[in-house]
């Protein structure tokens, strides 16, 4: 009898453990949604390709025609260290609408900071884009890839700008940058995002404005109209750079 009684009660410890651990498990892996999304802007106004004027640092009108970037190795940072992958490579390409929409389910919990890259890192820039199907965003079909020595255009940006005075942009400018060392790590602060089973919302916001006018120097449309990584490699390397901080999150 005793026997039976002992038995019976480490049955019921264990079912008991056992759905403690299961509770736990149900608890850790929470998940809620999140939606991530993107904004533009030109030092502050709305960015609309070709058909809006902007005004450069001396007043002078641009408008731009081309706008295309790589947004890489976006992750989400919880409080605890641990990181979650929203993306691993997304071509941002204005002129398709191809423009960053993420919808996902993450673990609930407060995360503090948003990571990504602009451009590709040492590995994915070493990619064969005949290995991709035509959508994938490294794929030839894209018109980011230059040669296997030069390899992948991580920012393109081309326009006019009026140099007449006219008030109608007539001088083209194209800049296009790349390689390895044009690659930058950008980390967003976020200000105390839990996400609980509800989910909730973000939006990237991007200000070209300061990728041609930042701290790391400005780009004169006119004096410096061109560049393509091999030629006048300043020019790229300074958008490069002010790239750091153009960009910023909006917790909805």
């Known amino acids: 009898m005793k026997i039976h009684k002992l038995l019976l009660t480490l049955l019921v410890s264990v079912l008991f453990f056992s759905g ?7 608890r850790v892996c929470k998940k809620g949604p ?15 390709l070709n058909d809006t004027l902007y005004d450069d640092y001396l007043g002078r009108k641009y408008r ?8 890489s190795n976006l992750v989400l940072e919880k409080a605890d260290g641990t990181i979650t992958i929203l993306s691993d490579v997304s071509l941002i390409d204005y002129n398709t609408h191809s423009l960053l929409d993420i919808n996902t389910a993450v673990d609930t919990g407060l995360y503090v900071n948003l990571h990504f890259g602009i451009g590709l890192d040492s590995l994915m820039n070493t990619s064969d884009p005949a290995d991709f199907s035509s959508s994938h965003p490294l794929s030839i079909a894209q018109n ?7 390899k992948y255009k991580f920012f393109m940006l081309e ?12 001088a083209i400018f194209s800049y296009h940058s790349g390689f390895d060392t044009l690659y930058k790590e950008i980390t967003i602060p976020l200000e105390g995002l839990f996400i609980t089973g509800d989910g909730d919302s973000l939006v ?3 200000d070209l404005g300061t990728a041609v ?4 120097g400005l ?13 006048d490699f300043e020019i790229v390397e300074i958008i490069s750079s002010n790239l750091v901080n153009a960009f910023s999150i909006n917790q909805q």
């Open 213 to 216: 006018n930042g701290d790391a």
């Open 20 to 26: 403690c651990k299961k509770q736990q498990l149900i």
């Open 64 to 71: 731009v025609e081309l706008l295309k970037f790589y947004l």
């Open 34 to 48: 999140i939606h991530l999304s993107f904004n533009t802007c030109v030092n502050g106004e709305p960015f609309v």
């Open 204 to 206: 990237l916001q991007f």
């Open 144 to 150: 980011t890839y230059w040669t296997w020595a030069s």
């Open 219 to 231: 780009i004169d449309f006119v004096q410096e109209s061109f560049s393509h990584s091999e030629t």
């Open 159 to 170: 326009g006019r700008v009026d140099t007449l005075g006219t008030q109608s942009p007539d």
